[in-house]
């Protein structure tokens, strides 16, 4: 029989990839969606499979999360729904935790009720840890790095990670993905690296002649998407759960990523302004990842790294704008991935 996966943040980045990588597969895919007055499933409506199951949910509702959990019977949960952007968790500390932190608790609370039922069945449970758990202090981070979280978003999955570890003590197998900054051309439009992407193709179509951003000396470890979710699903192969960092290993700043994005079109640093309204009160100043143990228990190694990805970015953003693409990020794509489920957008 087809294995069955329900995925909570199935209509975001990460969801969309691996909903479309686990059909790949033969698995029968249950998504939670959020009931929103507007459309919120863009990122999966091309997707016609019949294997395919979208359900009304919130993180905030324990009892339908509990539901669907009993009703569903999956073999595999993957948490990828949160309040995602950092910026905002600064606006949004309380919905942020309950959702983030709290709502964790609750999937895991049900998926720990329905293993002890009668009709219990062992469910493995894959839990999105980010990159910002571990603040600052160190030049790179691995599983073991100490975490110090400077956001209310890095606070809430702090709580989550140490619930997901808590309930692997009690029996669910449960990881913890720590996953540094993955993009790609299904990047939400308010986290930077596709403010910038967007921005360039729309200053190219005439639609703007500027973008404004905020710190950009911040060190961030960006890979592509689809590599990651590749991971998720790899963890959740094993015997024995644990926590596994993925990252590329190379550490790029915004600005870094901008220079080359400006570059690739032929722009100049013109069109750029900065805004003190667009910092973080409190800001992680580099993320690398050390991602050895990933690198040997799965032998992986990253395709795309940072100066890749924003071709493949900005191609397609351009493309959206209705502009003939320059083409060089979805060759990268095809000689990268021509063996691989994806082909890019």
Not at 71 to 89: F, K
Not at 106 to 126: D, H, N, T, W
Not at 197 to 204: E, R, Y
Not at 218 to 232: F, K, S
Request: aromatic content about 10%.
């Amino acid at each position: 029989m087809s294995k069955v996966a329900f995925i909570t943040g199935i209509t975001g980045q990460d969801g969309s990839y691996l909903a479309e990588f686990l059909l790949s597969k033969g698995y029968r895919v249950h998504g939670m969606v959020r009931r929103s007055s507007s459309s919120n499933t863009g990122r999966i409506d091309h997707i016609t499979d019949p294997r395919i199951c979208l359900h009304y949910g919130d993180m905030t509702d324990g009892e339908r999360i509990s539901n669907l959990i009993n009703t569903i019977r999956p073999d595999e949960v993957y948490n990828l729904a949160a309040q995602s952007h950092v910026g905002v968790s600064f606006d949004t500390p309380e919905y942020t935790g309950n959702v983030d932190g709290l709502g964790t608790a609750r999937l895991l609370e049900a998926i720990y009720q329905c293993e002890m039922s009668e009709l219990g069945v062992p469910v493995k449970f894959y839990q999105a840890s980010t990159s910002e758990l571990f603040g600052n202090g160190y030049s790179v981070q691995s599983e073991n790095t100490p975490m110090a979280p400077r956001s209310p978003y890095a606070c809430a999955k702090l709580y989550a990670y140490w619930m997901t570890r808590n309930y692997r003590d009690r029996g669910v197998f449960a990881v913890n993905g720590i996953l540094f900054n993955h993009e790609s051309p299904r990047r939400g439009e308010g986290f930077v690296t596709r403010k910038i992407t967007k921005s360039i193709a729309q200053i190219l179509a005439g639609r703007t002649d500027h973008m404004t951003l905020g710190n950009l000396d911040a060190r961030r470890d960006w890979g592509y998407a689809p590599e990651y979710v590749e991971l998720m699903w790899k963890m959740m192969q094993e015997d024995t759960p644990r926590d596994y960092v993925v990252g590329t290993g190379r550490s790029t700043s915004i600005y870094e990523f901008l220079s080359d994005a400006l570059n690739y079109v032929g722009l100049d640093d013109k069109v750029i302004t900065t805004s003190a309204e667009n910092k973080r009160p409190t800001d992680v100043s580099n993320l690398c990842a050390q991602n050895w143990l990933v690198r040997n228990t799965f032998q992986w190694s990253p395709r795309i790294y940072a100066d890749d990805l924003v071709k493949v970015m900005i191609d397609a953003d351009m493309r959206a704008e209705g502009l003939e693409p320059i083409g060089e990020g979805d060759g990268l794509l095809t000689r990268a991935f021509q063996d691989k489920w994806w082909h890019g957008d």
